[in-house]
């Protein structure tokens, strides 16, 4: 766009700002309560958090001894059902599964309002070491897609929070790769209509390639299909931590990404990997595998059994080989080109 055009949309933009701004609200955030008991793994169907909240879990255990656990964090929107597939075949390999609906998502309650990363990153790691306490001596993972991925990132930048992290997909694109204009318009419906639903709907975005799983999305009443701009404001706020976080990330990693993922861009996942390239050299191992075909929901996938191949050989053992013969060197040439061909 030429700059004479692009002025009177800035001033536009300016002048709906100060119209609207004495009228302006802030995002809500629906706070935790206190802190004031231990968290309670009460079964494998519920997990009680620190300031009372329930969060209802879905578990999956092999049937011998358990060679490692995962807890298994779900995307934005999603829930637990997320790790429906993934679960059973991970236990088959003889790595135990706890995937909790986390607050504002599926059963949890306050179903479709945010309850802030704050939150989110202390029920994971009460989940972490109240999966440590019912399996001891063994190693606890961290796993997150997208938006999970987010919160992973900030839990596991608190030495100790668990044994290392899978993060698929992470939600790390923020404000900085936004344009301008959609930026600007998440600002102002953050505070003037946080409470309106969005419909997603008609944007160009495909997920994955699993077309019957996504049409089983569309059915389920659980699943959020139109988050209140507040929800979306928060998802925003916790992709901006989490790359801003990325440096401080502790433990073991496994990052997996695909090709022909277009909801979190290879820009921003660039962005992020050489951050976790520049950590400490005391740091464990990073270790990156790309899937040229593989998309947003990589483990759902028409190819997901693979990935899901990948993350049991690395949750047994993380300095094993991957089966998939996906993996990549992070310091690689390979990673240079690749965000080069971003544009």
């Not at 759902?300 to 080989?321: F, H, M, N, S, T």
Request: net charge neutral; hydrophobic share 45%; glycine share 10%.
């Amino acid at each position: 766009m030429r700059p004479e055009r692009r002025r009177p949309l800035a001033r536009l933009a300016l002048l709906l700002t100060l119209l609207i701004a004495p009228a302006a609200c802030a995002p809500l955030v629906i706070e935790a309560g206190p802190a004031d008991r231990r968290p309670w793994l009460v079964d494998d169907h519920a997990a009680l958090m620190a300031d009372g909240t329930r969060l209802p879990l879905r578990a999956w255990r092999p049937k011998g001894e358990a060679a490692a656990a995962v807890v298994a964090l779900h995307g934005f929107g999603d829930y637990s059902n997320a790790f429906a597939e993934f679960g059973p075949t991970l236990a088959a390999a003889g790595v135990a599964v706890f995937a909790p609906d986390q607050r504002g998502f599926g059963r949890a309650g306050r179903w479709g309002r945010w309850h802030g990363a704050d939150a989110m990153v202390a029920d994971a790691r009460a989940l972490v070491a109240l999966v440590r306490a019912e399996l001891p001596g063994r190693p606890v993972f961290l796993m997150g897609e997208s938006m999970g991925g987010a919160v992973a990132m900030l839990a596991m930048t608190e030495a100790g929070s668990a044994d290392g992290a899978i993060l698929s997909a992470p939600a790390v694109w923020g404000r900085q790769w936004m344009p301008w204009y959609q930026a600007w318009s998440l600002e102002l419906a953050g505070h003037t209509i946080p409470w309106l639903p969005l419909n997603p709907r008609g944007l160009p975005f495909k997920p994955s390639d699993n077309i019957e799983m996504l049409r089983r999305l569309g059915r389920d009443p659980l699943f959020l299909k139109n988050p209140r701009v507040d929800a979306v404001y928060g998802l925003v706020e916790l992709m901006d931590a989490a790359q801003d976080a990325a440096p401080d990330v502790r433990g073991p990693l496994l990052v997996l990404y695909g090709g022909r993922d277009d909801l979190v861009p290879k820009k921003p996942t660039c962005a992020m990997l050489g951050k976790l390239r520049s950590r400490p050299p005391t740091e464990p191992d990073l270790r990156v595998v790309l899937y040229p075909n593989g998309y947003h929901m990589l483990f759902r996938d028409l190819q997901g059994g693979r990935v899901v191949a990948d993350i049991a050989a690395w949750a047994k053992d993380p300095e094993a080989q991957l089966p998939s013969g996906n993996e990549r060197d992070p310091d690689g040439d390979w990673l240079h080109r690749f965000c080069r061909a971003t544009g």
